[in-house]
């Protein structure tokens, strides 16, 4: 490093969100990549510039997106369902509610009869979840969140799945959920969620206390940290894929 040069600043809470979506993707070959959000569309873009050339991008719904984001095509309804339905789809998605098995609420708050709050309601969720990987982003961990049991089920956990049966199990997984706090996953013999990482700066008994339920850990008890970006990484995460820090908008440092 010259007298001229500085070092770039290190990574912020949002850039570790984003890198931790990115890996959702990591050796997933030729699959569709459907994002819903910021900054799982900020990991997408980016885990194709990198270690998943092969993705091929959505914008969540109905286009084709490039590596800067902007639609280059449409993607028919028929042909959304062929990848749907075969398992070459991974999505990552909202939760308004989620428990220990991975189910997933976005319909309602309350009793379905007569909900408290309506949400977007179903969509596809359940076809989403039976058919394909499908990981989450919370971009704000909270009890409120992370329930022991959901008020509606839209997208299926594993007891649920386990549950109805070998045509619900055979595409069925859920990856990662990535949040403000830390990546959750589902490793564990009774598929329940556990911690596999805390982002920097952030500690398991916060992420313990912002849940609404136990939490396994991972074997020996030793929680590590959310991988550190390459540099090459915040690079483009910076000047490529998100020039104008919008993800600083939805996940602000600590």
Not at 24 to 45: H, K, T
Not at 196 to 204: K, Y
Not at 222 to 236: I, M, N
């Amino acid at each position: 490093m010259t007298t001229t040069e500085t070092a770039a600043p290190p990574a912020t809470r949002a850039e570790y969100c984003v890198i931790a979506c990115a890996d959702a993707w990591r050796d997933n070959g030729e699959v569709l990549a459907s994002p819903m959000g910021l900054i799982p569309g900020f990991g997408a873009r980016l885990a194709k510039r990198t270690f998943s050339p092969d993705l091929l991008l959505t914008d969540g719904e109905a286009m084709l997106v490039g590596l800067d984001g902007a639609a280059e095509g449409w993607l028919p309804y028929r042909q959304h369902l062929t990848f749907v339905t075969g398992g070459r789809r991974h999505v990552m998605m909202g939760a308004s509610q989620i428990d220990r098995f991975g189910n997933q609420n976005i319909s309602c708050i309350g009793d379905w009869e007569r909900p408290d709050r309506q949400l977007l309601g179903v969509r596809g969720a359940p076809v989403n979840t039976l058919n394909n990987p499908v990981s989450y982003w919370v971009p704000k961990h909270s009890p409120r969140v992370f329930v022991e049991k959901v008020d509606m089920i839209s997208g299926v956990g594993y007891d649920s799945a386990a549950a109805a049966g070998p045509s619900a199990t055979r595409f069925h997984r859920i990856p990662r959920v990535v949040t403000n706090l830390a990546v959750l996953d589902f490793e564990t013999p009774d598929h329940t969620m556990r911690i596999a990482s805390v982002h920097p700066g952030v500690t398991v008994e916060e992420v313990r206390e912002a849940t609404g339920f136990a939490l396994a850990l991972p074997e020996g008890g030793e929680v590590p940290f959310t991988r550190e970006p390459t540099a090459e990484e915040l690079r483009l995460i910076r000047e490529v894929v998100d020039p104008r820090s919008l993800r600083e908008r939805e996940v602000r440092s600590a």
